[in-house]
């Protein structure tokens, strides 16, 4: 299946120093790849690039094809990512950001039966019509993952989503982003949690310094060059 994005040799370099070297990677609708690898190996930085919130210094990354742009309107559309950003409008509850999101994405009059079921798939039913400041740390990030699952898209991107959930909330999320990949999202997740790399993953990059790594030695089939 062809590849909906596609890093080609993606370097990226702050000062002079690469972060990211000369990493290429696929994923097709219905795949998920994990990133892994320690703090500061790159995770972040990578996924901001496959997203098109940065440009490589050199190498390419393509979405669907053509090169990737992250503001252009087609890319914004089919692309949900889950970042490290806590962005909230402080004057609107959490059942409003969900909808303004909805509509944003053009959801028209589905938008509202999408968005109560989002809050109760995340907990969020209760606090529907609280503000994000009075949410838990934990219920923050439920909102935060519902924003970018409650809307339409075909490319998800996710910078460690389990942070701040607890367990059981963890395994909800590792059903969730599997039936997504089962309904054909091409998923790239940057994770610590090996319960989500080997419920929702197919293909593993374990990334080091920049660069794909030898993958953790566990016996499952995994794949360095993707
Ligand atoms: N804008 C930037 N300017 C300079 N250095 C940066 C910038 N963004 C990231 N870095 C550096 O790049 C390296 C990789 O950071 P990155 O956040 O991508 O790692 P990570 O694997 O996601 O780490 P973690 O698991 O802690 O989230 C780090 O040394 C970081 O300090």
Redesign the pocket.
Known sequence: MRALLELREVTRS??GSP?VREVSLTVAPGQCVALT??????????LRLAAGRERPTSGTVLFDGAPMDGDAPAVRAAVATVMDVDAFYPDLTVREHLVLVALAHGMGAAAHDAVAEALTGHHLTDHADLLPSALSSGLRQQMLLAAALVRPHDLLIVD?PEQRLDAAARRELADRLARHRAQGVAILM?T?DDHLVEAVADRVMR?AD?QPAEPAGDGRARENTL
């Open positions: 702050y000062g972060v690898g320690s703090n500061g190996s790159g995770k972040s930085t990578l460690e940057a610590h990334l920049g």
